[in-house]
């Protein structure tokens, strides 16, 4: 079964700490990788986009890593910002038409 | 588990036609959201609703038009359709138990306007 899953489902850090989200999904055939942040009341705003021959990708203080073998991506967020409070989304590109969207890490920055 | 469903999956329309896009979320959730994906694009929030009322608006079309039934599923409703109009529709669900940041996507619906 195709399926995106992601952890922790929520975290709490202290502004100007790092931190990390695991993203693993089971989908096959696969063409690209996304990771959005999503402000509550808001819709997705993309992130990273990597395909299957790229393992590293960055946006500013966001760094996103895919492993195609193991079939796991992680988020890093350094330096976070009050800013970055927010749902972060790995969604994973199946074909053309088909995205499967994992459910989200609520991270939460603390002053 | 069961997941959010859209109906159909794919639609193709001709211009000034009318379509409906149909959400069904999973058992329980009570919050359903619409989603709209140009090409290259992030997806743009619509309209969501919440125990079958408008909860939120977002960059709706007003010849767009939704509501939530009594099931909680929901029909997005789109009149004189024009070329833009051809994205992928997402619709989402979650429960206001768990907190409206954690949304379910459903797969989406892929609308071509000729």
């Known amino acids: 079964k195709n399926q995106v899953e992601q952890s922790p489902q929520s975290l709490i850090i202290l502004e100007g700490k790092n931190c990390t989200l695991q993203?693993?999904?089971?989908?096959?055939?696969?063409?690209?990788l996304r990771w959005y942040k999503q402000d509550t009341g808001r819709g997705p705003v993309s992130l990273t986009i990597?395909?299957?021959?790229?393992n590293t990708k960055s946006n500013g203080r966001y760094t996103a890593t895919l492993d195609a073998d193991t079939k796991q991506s992680s988020l890093h967020i350094t330096a976070s910002q009050l800013s970055d409070s927010a749902s972060y989304i790995c969604?994973?590109?199946?074909?053309?038409?088909?995205?499967?969207f994992g459910t989200g890490t609520r991270l939460q920055v603390f002053p | 588990a069961a997941g959010v469903i859209q109906s159909p999956r794919h639609l193709i329309k001709e211009k000034r036609e009318t379509a409906t896009l149909k959400c069904y979320p999973i058992?329980?959730?009570?919050?359903v959201y619409w989603y709209q994906q140009g090409p290259g694009q992030d997806p743009q929030f619509l309209i969501s609703?919440?125990?079958?009322?408008?909860?939120d608006k977002g960059s709706i079309p007003d010849r767009f038009s939704a509501q939530q039934f009594s099931d909680y599923h929901s029909e997005l409703n789109m009149s004189s359709l024009e070329l833009g109009d051809s994205a992928l529709y997402f619709c989402?669900?979650?429960?206001?138990?768990?907190?409206?940041?954690?949304?379910?996507f459903g797969p989406g619906t892929r609308l071509t306007v000729l």
């Open positions: 989402a669900s979650s429960s206001s138990g768990q907190g409206k940041d954690t949304q379910y």
């Open positions: 993203c693993n999904y089971t989908v096959s055939p696969f063409s690209n």
């Open positions: 990597m395909t299957f021959s790229e």
């Open positions: 969604v994973v590109n199946q074909d053309t038409d088909k995205l499967i």
């Open positions: 058992p329980r959730h009570d919050t």
């Open positions: 609703f919440y125990e079958k009322m408008q909860s």
